[in-house]
């Protein structure tokens, strides 16, 4: 199965992102999975958190040259919302 594209990313209140893919679909993504991880500690912090960008091509979000998660994360580990 092709995984759909994200077209956009919605950060919300306790470290969960909103993301809408290709297909229509929206998924609630927790991001405090992550958090425990060295690399993804920054996102702990709310301003930068907000940060968030859709990669050129949809294939990932990302917060800066060192943090980022794949559309395949984001749609395999993300709850899907009606």
Same mark, same amino acid.
């Given at each position: ?14 470290? +969960?992102?909103? *993301?809408?893919?290709?297909? $229509? ?11 425990k @991880? =060295? ?9 930068? +958190?907000?940060? *968030?960008?859709?990669?050129? $091509? ?5 917060w ?5 998660? @794949? =559309? ?11």
């Open positions: 199965m092709m995984i759909p594209r994200i077209q956009s990313a919605i950060p919300e209140e306790d470290h +969960f992102l909103v *993301v809408l893919f290709s297909n $229509g679909e929206r998924k609630r993504y927790d991001i405090n999975r992550l958090t @991880s =060295e690399m993804f500690f920054p996102l702990k912090n709310p301003a930068f +958190f907000k940060n *968030v960008s859709v990669e050129s $091509g949809g294939y990932a979000v990302s800066n040259s060192e943090i980022d998660i @794949s =559309e395949y994360e984001l749609w395999e580990h993300g709850e899907k919302m009606p």
